[in-house]
């Protein structure tokens, strides 16, 4: 259906909906989605109304983005708010306890577009699908993922209508307001670039989608711990098995490489033996020659040379994983090692290593940042040296060091 370029971190997801109606009843929409050779494609759609159903529509231990509206999941339109506080939260609910509540905070514009529901029932639902086999990575709430799908459906105006939710959007394609009206249908067939698609559907495809490139979009989520350890345990196990295959490529190749080479200098062992007493002569030259080389490598090495590892292609991959919330300040390549320079009474670097010192007014962007470089193949190590934080400048100062 859709090309996309490897920012995906898992091949395949499934998005589950559950609208839960007033009289307990359930609304389930499903869909699986899969990317083969850089395509998206979908894998299953359906419209159910239970769990029993939802498990002989979807793949066995799939891995899901649960998307939670209607019966205890409260909305609500205020003026924006970055993030929520136990003292803020009374704009929300009222001497309600924030750390009750998983939240939810969709900004568009001026406005947060706020979704809560308490904890205890979420969790219900996510050990519900979990005692059906599926692992929940990702739990968004209300119609608002679809803002990462916009751009793929088959709607132009201002005012999206589908299953019910009505959304207005304002000439930014900001949105104005959503809610809720039980008999509103799309006024024309629906459309993911040019495959149909269920408007009952629409929601649980915008959260698989969301989940398959959260590496690449910001998804539209609650900060859920638990599930986002599941994620990143899951992330390591796949990266583990990748670097698996890649290991056993190259031992195959280094074996027929070294096959090749074997063949070629035994057929011609017998004319480098009578070139041998020419060569004594060079053996002197050529002694000469290495010692000039180990100490031009001396050279090299006090300077901090990496061979010939591209430097401007690691900052740039850094930089490119570096969320907005995030500003660098310096970036040193092999900094100094100031001890034992000290001790050594010499320039001593660190080889191999990166030292980049910004600014964040929260921890957690800079924890984000952290593991989305440890999704880089060439990183070996990275580690958070130090995050202080600064009245006077009210913001965060960090250091990460990167070992490669």
Known sequence: MRRLKQYYQISQVA??????????????????????????????????????????????????????????????????????????????????????????????????????????????????????????????????????????????????????HIIKLDEKKEWVSCHYLETARAPFPLKVELEGINEKIVIAYAAAFQLLLSSRIESVQVYAPVLETTFKE?????????????????????????????????????????????????????????????????????LGWDENINKSELIDRLASLMPPELTWQELKLNPVDVAASRLQKNLVFNNRQISITGKSEKIIPVNEYIARIKTVQWVKNVQLNSYTFNNELNTGQFTIIINY
Do not use: H
Not at 249 to 269: D, G, K, R, Y
């Open 15 to 164: 998005g589950v909906s559950i609208a839960i109606g007033r009289d307990g009843s359930l609304n389930i929409g499903a869909c699986e989605i899969v990317i083969n050779n850089d395509s998206l494609s979908f894998v299953k759609k359906a419209s159910v109304n239970t769990l029993t159903e939802l498990c002989s529509q979807l793949t066995a231990n799939a891995n899901v983005s649960l998307n939670l509206s209607g019966k205890g999941v409260l909305q609500k339109r205020i003026n924006r708010i970055e993030e929520f506080t136990q003292n803020n939260f009374d704009a929300v609910l009222p001497n309600g306890k924030v750390d009750d509540f998983y939240i939810q905070n969709f900004i568009s514009g001026e406005y947060s577009f706020v979704s809560l529901i308490r904890k205890a029932e979420a969790n219900q639902w996510i050990a519900q699908l979990g005692e059906k086999g599926f692992t929940t990575l990702l739990l968004s709430l209300g119609p608002f993922p679809v803002q990462n799908i916009m751009s793929q459906l088959n709607i132009y105006g201002e005012e999206i209508v589908f299953d019910g």
């Open 234 to 302: 899951l992330q390591a196990k796949q990266k583990l098995k990748v670097n698996g295959v890649i290991v056993i490529v190259v031992f195959f190749m280094m074996l027929l490489f070294n096959l090749i080479v074997f063949t070629e200098l035994n057929a011609s062992n017998s004319q480098l033996s009578d070139q041998l007493s020419v060569s004594a002569q060079s053996t002197i030259n050529l002694q000469g020659t290495e010692d000039q080389i180990k100490q031009k490598e001396l050279v090299l090495s006090d």
